[in-house]
């Protein structure tokens, strides 16, 4: 299984990225996706969840409403579209698969499989 994080870069506040994540060796219909991030200093963070019983995504609280998951499943790639973007927004992003629980969906450990991650920085 390997995954491919793309779309990183450099936005001004306010500004928009969309992240791509393409997975080959396991479908998307098959496995939990989730987007984390990890900012310099701070632990990795669950930012969206998308399982593979097709439940409501999640989205931890402070992406409400600005992130935006989506699924190209012939392409076997996952986007998070990531709109009017903070300073608290800058770190690097990972995409994981796996099979966690539901309990546990937002522990970074029960996820088997990352991608390399992708550098998302918000300046002006």
């Known amino acids: 299984v390997q995954l491919q994080a793309s779309g990183g870069g450099l936005v001004h506040p306010g500004g928009s990225l969309t992240l791509s994540c393409a997975i080959s060796?396991?479908?998307?219909?098959?496995?939990?996706v989730a987007w984390f991030r990890q900012a310099p200093g701070k632990e990795r963070e669950a930012v969206s969840i998308?399982?593979?019983?097709?439940?409501?995504?999640y989205y931890t609280d402070s992406v409400k409403g600005r992130f935006t998951v989506s699924r190209d499943n012939p392409k076997n790639t996952v986007y998070l579209q990531m709109n009017d973007l903070k300073r608290d927004d800058a770190a690097v992003y990972y995409c994981?698969?796996?099979?966690?629980?539901?309990?546990?969906?937002?522990?970074?450990?029960?996820?088997?499989?990352w991608g390399q991650g992708t550098l998302v920085t918000v300046s002006s």
């Open positions: 994981a698969a796996g099979f966690p629980i539901l309990s546990a969906q937002r522990d970074s450990q029960n996820y088997r499989y």
């Open positions: 060796g396991v479908t998307l219909r098959s496995t939990t």
């Open positions: 998308t399982r593979s019983s097709g439940a409501r995504t």
